[in-house]
């Protein structure tokens, strides 16, 4: 059995890293649901104030969303682009 | 002109904005600027475009039964999350196209809205240091 080398340790943890990053990406889709739905109910009780609703759902989810994107970015960049393995 | 199109209109014109900054900041200080302009470029168009679904996936939403909104906004968050990997890969594989300039532009947005939506008033600092009973 050949032992492990180094490169192959970096990229086997890369790897686990990489999965482990993409679970930032879960969170807004749950609070970006959660949000609509009560937008939903919101825009139903007071169909009015549908604008001042949609602009700050708007705001928000656009904010959250960067975050998911934040961890897709360290996904992608351990798995295509990794700067560690350059390392050794 | 209703205030969402208008808010929207405003993170365009600030986005574009900031992105300019960008773009001239690496054209002075940056050795090779252009694979940054690009990606810059690259990054906020796909940025705003992507702002632009959010709305039209959020105006959609209100008009649909609770559940059902919530589930539609997530599926449409997954669609958006797909595309923006799509984005990065091929910035990241592209040798034309720098991945920090997308990144700097695909999170441009979200400097915006805090800027303009948030730390645009002097309370908000002055709030940070008061305790909840003096506000």
Do not use: W
């Not at chain 2, 649909?64 to 923006?84: C, E, H, N, V």
Request: net charge positive; charged share 15%; hydrophobic share 50%.
């Amino acid at each position: 059995m050949e032992p492990i080398t180094g490169r192959a340790l970096i990229l086997a943890a890369s790897a686990i890293g990489a999965g482990l990053a993409m679970i930032a990406g879960i969170g807004p889709g749950i609070g970006q649901g959660y949000a609509a739905g009560k937008g939903a109910e919101g825009v139903g009780r007071q169909p009015e104030a549908q604008g001042d609703i949609v602009r700050t759902m708007l705001l928000g989810a656009a904010v959250a969303e960067t975050t998911g994107i934040y961890g897709l970015i360290v996904a992608l960049i351990l798995l295509f682009a990794n700067p560690l393995v350059n390392l050794l | 002109m209703d205030s969402v199109n208008q808010t929207q209109l405003k993170m365009l014109k600030n986005a574009l904005l900031l992105n300019g900054l960008f773009c001239i900041i690496a054209l002075v200080f940056l050795e090779n600027p252009i694979t940054f302009v690009v990606g810059v470029i690259f990054g906020t168009t796909f940025s705003l475009l992507n702002f632009r679904l959010l709305y039209l996936t959020l105006n959609k939403a209100v008009h649909m039964p609770p559940p059902k909104a919530q589930a539609y906004a997530t599926s449409r968050y997954l669609l958006r999350y797909t595309i923006t990997g799509i984005v990065i890969f091929i910035s990241l594989k592209a040798d034309y196209i720098n991945i920090l300039g997308t990144i700097a532009g695909l999170v441009s947005l979200k400097l915006v809205i805090l800027k303009s939506e948030l730390f645009n008033s002097k309370e908000y600092f002055k709030n940070i240091f008061k305790r909840k009973e003096e506000r």
